[in-house]
């Protein structure tokens, strides 16, 4: 079964930090390109970030671009999003997606607020 499982959400202060992880099993991870969306309440879902299958590219959002970092270890076939200077607006729903596979992960809440 094809699965992603996305943790390390919670409630953090402005200027705070988190590194949300996918968990992926049923499928070669190491093998596919993993996106980052999020998805704040009233608002359209939106890109934050993706990777490479072997990390030699990556992309950003113009709103978390120096802020973010997206990482894998293929070895432990983990996706990470470590978050930096966190700001209220970065307050969503954030779900670790792999396209090829068309699988989300269950998404996990990062709250901004102090």
């Known amino acids: 079964q094809v699965q992603l499982v996305d943790s390390g959400g919670g409630l953090v202060q402005p200027g705070g930090s988190l590194r949300l992880s996918c968990a992926a099993s049923?499928?070669?991870?190491?093998?596919?390109t993993i996106w980052w969306h999020r998805q704040a309440p009233g608002k359209e879902r939106e890109l934050v970030a993706?990777?490479?299958?072997?990390?030699?590219?990556?992309t950003y959002a113009d709103s978390v671009k120096g802020r973010f970092a997206i990482s894998r270890d293929n070895a432990k076939n983990t996706g990470y999003l470590q978050m930096n200077s966190l700001r209220p607006e970065d307050t969503a729903m954030y779900y670790c997606?792999?396209?090829?596979?068309?699988?989300w992960g269950q998404g996990t809440q990062v709250t901004v607020s102090s």
């Open positions: 997606h792999c396209p090829a596979k068309r699988t």
């Open positions: 993706t990777i490479t299958a072997t990390s030699d590219s990556v």
């Open positions: 049923g499928f070669t991870f190491s093998a596919y």
